[in-house]
């Protein structure tokens, strides 16, 4: 079974940085293309970035290209979203997720559907 733990959110003022962590177990996480996406209230759940288990592919949402990397620590079995550049947009839940796809497939797929291990969610609050 996949466990997936996030850490880091916390209410923070626009302009501030931030990092999340992800911390993965269960499967060889090396072997995982990994991802981020968030949900704000009363909205739908959006994609926010990818990584792929080499981690020669990533993907963004536009909203976050340029103040949001994606990276991974094969190590430590930890997936990383920097965050800098907060808006009051960017308050969400936000979620990393682990991709169904086999070791030969070196993907960041932005489709919610691609994944299928999910952490709890750990709350990002940007304030004006």
């Known amino acids: 079974q996949v466990q997936l733990v996030e850490s880091g959110g916390r209410l923070v003022q626009a302009g501030d940085s931030l990092r999340l962590s992800c911390v993965v177990s269960g499967r060889t996480f090396s072997n995982i293309n990994m991802g981020w996406f968030r949900q704000a209230p009363g909205k739908e759940r959006e994609f926010v970035a990818a990584i792929s288990w080499s981690g020669g592919n990533t993907d963004y949402t536009n909203s976050v290209k340029g103040r949001f990397t994606i990276s991974r620590d094969n190590a430590k079995n930890t997936v990383y979203l920097q965050m800098n550049s907060l808006k009051p947009e960017d308050t969400a839940v936000y979620y990393c997720?682990?991709?169904?796809?086999?070791?030969?497939?070196?993907?960041?797929?932005?489709?919610?559907?691609?994944?299928?291990?999910w952490g709890q969610g750990t709350q990002v609050t940007v304030s004006s």
């Open positions: 997720a682990a991709d169904r796809a086999p070791f030969s497939v070196d993907r960041a797929s932005s489709y919610s559907r691609s994944y299928d291990y």
